[in-house]
């Protein structure tokens, strides 16, 4: 049979990522909000968008398997830029159930990628997950494992599969530390137009 052609989300250069984010900081909004939130844990749309508090233990998310792709639960490390993302959201629509929310509500799912549009960054929120898996394989010592185990991906493999049977959490908050760290050095690299894969 045929097989359908393989799309690529269009992905920003990792080097174009710490000046990105400085931009978004300077945004007051959910959406810039979630984009960031969703950046430093490689996270999907839809596991940010609806995103609730109870899911947040101390400095852990876990995610229900039901939001997760690959119908699994997940638990995300949140670094310290990540909590003060969720205070801040809190501050923006106090009360609401969702991570991040307008009255209440949880965001659209086009909300990140139309901030996008606005900012005229030729990127998808997708392709923010090969930015950092780009990263970690370009500019780290941290092993393949942990990353695939950060952006959640599953094992193909049914032996690896079988025998991997921790989630390498501490070692996943290690790594999403060093990519909030590398995220927060602005430099003064242009944008440029992505042609990269997307995890």
């Known amino acids: 049979g045929k097989v359908a052609k393989v799309v690529h989300h269009k992905a920003m250069p990792y080097r174009s990522l710490p000046e990105f984010i400085a931009r978004l900081r300077e945004l ?3 959406a810039a909000l979630a984009l ?4 430093l844990n490689a996270s999907r749309t839809g596991e940010v968008i609806n995103g609730l508090k109870v899911e ?11 939001r997760m792709k690959a119908y699994v639960e997940h638990e995300v490390p949140l670094c310290e830029r990540s909590l003060e993302l969720l205070t801040l959201a809190e501050s923006l629509d106090p009360g609401s159930s969702y991570l991040f929310s307008i009255k209440g509500k949880a965001l659209s799912g086009m909300a990140m990628a139309m901030l996008l549009r ?3 960054v030729p990127v998808t929120v997708h ?10 394989s ?4 941290h092993p393949s494992e942990v990353a695939e185990m950060a952006l959640a991906h ?3 493999n049914k032996v690896e599969s079988a025998y991997r049977r921790g989630n390498l959490l501490e070692r996943r908050r290690i790594l999403l530390l060093d990519w909030q760290s590398y995220c927060e050095v602005v430099n003064n690299n242009v ?6 894969k997307a995890a």
């Not at 960031?36 to 950046?39: G, M, N």
């Not at 944008?191 to 990269?196: A, G, I, R």
């Open 36 to 39: 960031e939130f969703l950046i």
């Open 191 to 196: 944008f440029l137009m992505p042609n990269q």
């Open 154 to 156: 599953a094992i193909s």
């Open 56 to 66: 947040v233990n101390g400095n852990t998310w876990k995610i229900p398997a039901e």
């Open 127 to 136: 392709g923010f997950r090969s930015t950092f898996r780009d990263w970690v």
């Open 138 to 141: 370009e500019e780290t010592d």
């Open 28 to 30: 007051n909004c959910p």
């Open 118 to 120: 606005r900012l005229n």
